[in-house]
């Protein structure tokens, strides 16, 4: 068989997430129904339209409708340049089968959602992770980056804005990776799931365009789950102006997925038609909670410190190790005793660290980090 | 990047099925509406629940109901013994990426669809290609078979029933494959996607049970799209008894789709529930239209001959090379002057051969047929 790692964060989260109370591993904002999202909107969502529609593959490649909806989130991008798929795991696994595999060269900008650097590996990429720094504010050291590549580096990738840390690549960095990898023919796989979710820029942050849209070689994924709250159609996409990266996701696709949910397909449409209130939902709910994780940052006197989110639905909370040997050990007790699941930096080969989910119901946050301030006797 | 062939039937029948009126290329029973089942089952469907249901995640491997119902389709599967999937296609597509690598074996029984030998080969694997005649009603040569496993067979691949023949492994057959797996510890992968469909047996053929049934290696991959007329909703299953087999695909399952749409749960469940009366309604179609191909075969004097169908949805008719040189050039001419796609016998490697989907619509059966009657001047 092909080599494939263990999902560690995966299976922590699906051995604990039925069992525990309160929620601070959730990375969605918070999912809505389709009740919820008409209240939101105002509009009515077309039930007819679902008792009628003949279940068949209909679209194979996704209706023109949807493909038009997703296009009007770019600026450069239209229906020839995406291949929608089931949900953005779905368009991270096509880039890696179509784009990589033996002898070629994979760049990974960690910490990152684990998939992005495991599956690039099980396809027989020389994978090489770039830890990124809490003390440099998850930036990247740009000579370390152009100093790793080689002639064969077939991509960088990254995650933009990033989980677990909620940081983003500002603009002017994101042109400078560009600059790098053009010069290699590399393409870039930024996983942007959690776009447009820049609830807490300051001032001085220039607000990153997709990757599409700023590089003929890049690939933006993108997703109905984290930012849009509904994870439960399975429905995300590749963006790219890049013919081979589409023509090639297509005729794999027809390998492992064929075409997505035409039900899924309808409510896609619905919710991109209703972006604007949806967001705005999203982006005060981010807000908000933020403020009580703050506090709890600031309550903890030093024994927590964090790079404040800016954007995404997650914080990497990091743990005063005089407190704490073993952020995995604290996740596991936290989960077996205390009712709270969190999860642990080791999942992203950060120890050290916990990923907050901060966009999740509030309740789940307050109570979530009380306990986690009680166990370290805040 | 990693080697994969084109996908010679989806590329054909993608290129022309919007443009032709009578589609004899299609595989599933006609799909329906929830508003046809409700109309054919008598019973409702409850729309209330899906404005009101939460679009999360939700049961990452698939809700107990759905899982509950797919087991009632087995005799010895319950639900740690099954894997939820988007389709037949991701289940045959993860069983592969779960099992077979470079330095494994994989036979595999033709003609098949495609996927089936191109996905093993693609992840490395020594794909052989056993080709199955129409003169032995394509039955399997046992002894040919036998002759061709290897110590490290990992994997035996069957279709049954089969697409694109009709035809099935009846019972005894398949015990005997299974006893040749078992002497060299094989896999036996059987897509059975045209399960329940066994519409036209006659008196003397032994209908074959499951293959997770039948072999503690078996796994048996499933469909909602086929049989019970439902490929809109993505979704599918691997059922099978071997314990590796399931943890090694929930494993890999977390790299590529997570889980399956939370409305297509709901709907399979539903239509799980109506199965009896949706597959007696999918078994008089089937009954109905193969008189119709029976006639056209009839009328055609000798030019077409097939294999009579037993189960499934499609036939694999043979067309006499004295009238017709390449059966790819007859269904490209049908497609652009006649207004009629079927699919030709070269995208399975078999030239001569055309597959006809008899459970689409009627009036796509009779025009298509009276097209390719006239084409070969009958």
Chains 1, 2 share one sequence.
């Not at 949900?87 to 179509?98: K, V």
């Not at 609830?199 to 690939?219: N, Q, T, V």
């Not at 038609?273 to 030093?302: F, T």
């Not at 936290?334 to 999942?347: I, M, Q, R, S, Y």
Request: with cysteine.
């Amino acid at each position: 068989m092909v080599k494939q790692e263990a999902f560690e964060l995966e299976q922590f989260i699906d051995k604990y997430e039925t069992e525990v109370k309160y929620n601070v591993a959730e990375t969605c904002c918070y999912s809505m129904s389709l009740r919820e999202i008409e209240n939101i909107s105002g509009n009515k969502f077309d039930f007819d339209k679902i008792a009628n529609e003949r279940l068949a593959y209909s679209y194979i490649q996704g209706s023109p409708g949807l493909k038009k909806a997703i296009g009007g989130l770019y600026e450069t991008i239209g229906p020839e340049n995406l291949v929608v798929t089931n949900g953005g795991i779905g368009a991270n696994f096509l880039s890696f089968y179509t784009l990589v595999g033996p002898g070629d060269h994979v760049i990974v900008l960690s910490p990152i959602y684990q998939q992005l650097s495991s599956v690039p590996k099980m396809f027989g990429a020389d994978v090489e992770i770039i830890k990124l720094n809490f003390e440099d504010g998850f930036q990247p050291n740009l000579k370390q980056l152009e100093a790793k590549m080689r002639k064969n580096t077939k991509m960088i990738v990254m995650n933009n804005p990033n989980n677990p840390t909620g940081c983003i690549f500002p603009q002017e960095t994101v042109l400078k990776i560009v600059d790098i990898a053009r010069k290699y023919g590399s393409y870039i796989l930024s996983d942007e799931v959690y776009r447009p979710l820049f609830h807490s820029l300051e001032p001085a942050d220039s607000e990153p365009k997709a990757i599409a849209d700023l590089y003929e070689r890049g690939i933006s994924t993108g997703s109905m789950s984290k930012s849009f709250s509904v994870a439960g159609i399975r429905l995300g996409w590749i963006a790219s102006r890049d013919k081979n990266v589409i023509e090639g996701s297509l005729i794999r696709r027809d390998f492992n997925m064929i075409s997505v949910g035409v039900i899924d397909d309808i409510i896609a449409q619905y919710v991109l038609q209703n972006k604007e209130a949806i967001m705005k939902h999203n982006y005060q709910l981010c807000v908000q909670n933020l403020v009580i994780l703050d506090d709890a940052i600031r309550r903890s006197k030093g024994k927590l410190e964090y790079v404040r989110p800016k954007a995404g639905t997650t914080a990497f909370v990091k743990v005063n190790n005089k407190d704490v040997s073993s952020t995995m050990q604290m996740c596991l007790n936290l989960a077996k005793h205390d009712n709270v699941l969190a999860v642990p930096g080791e999942t992203f080969n950060y120890p050290g660290f916990l990923r907050i989910g901060f966009a999740n119901r509030r309740e789940d946050l307050i109570n979530g980090l009380e306990k986690i301030l009680a166990y370290l006797n805040v």
